[in-house]
Nanobody, 126 residues
Framework: QAQLVESGGGLVQAGGSLRLSCDASGLLFSFSSYAVGWFRQAPGKEQEFVAVMSWTGDRISYADDVEGRFTISRDQAKRTVYLQMNSLKPEDTAVYYC?????????????????RGQGTQVTVSS
């Protein structure tokens, strides 16, 4: 059974940085065959797309409000996905989830992903 385990969340002041990690295990196929991404959900709001990298690694998409501040990357050998978050704002406060999908492109709808982690809380204070 696929497991995606996020870590790296926490409390940070506005303008600060955090790096989230997502360790993948139990995937049916090689980790390198999966598109990987991040979604988030703030209290009282629906899940929203943050960033995704295609399985080939040559396409990346970001939500408009994180473009230029967040960077998604992956380490194939460690089977880990990262989300570097800089210039954090209070509106970035949410639970951040890692997702994966076999041989996918840059899917931005959460319904496209069947593999998802439990999430890590990010809180940005003003």
């Amino acid at each position: 059974q696929a497991q995606l385990v996020e870590s790296g969340g926490g409390l940070v002041q506005a303008g600060g940085s955090l790096r989230l990690s997502c360790d993948a295990s139990g995937l049916l196929f090689s980790f390198s065959s999966y598109a990987v991404g991040w979604f988030r959900q703030a209290p009282g709001k629906e899940q929203e797309f943050v960033a995704v990298m295609s399985w080939t690694g040559d396409r990346i998409s970001y939500a408009d409000d994180v473009e230029g501040r967040f960077t998604i990357s992956r380490d194939q050998a460690k089977r880990t996905v990262y989300l570097q978050m800089n210039s954090l704002k209070p509106e970035d406060t949410a639970v951040y989830y890692c997702v994966a999908k076999f041989r996918a492109g840059v899917e931005t709808e959460v319904s496209e992903y069947s593999d998802r982690g439990q999430g890590t809380q990010v809180t940005v204070s003003s």
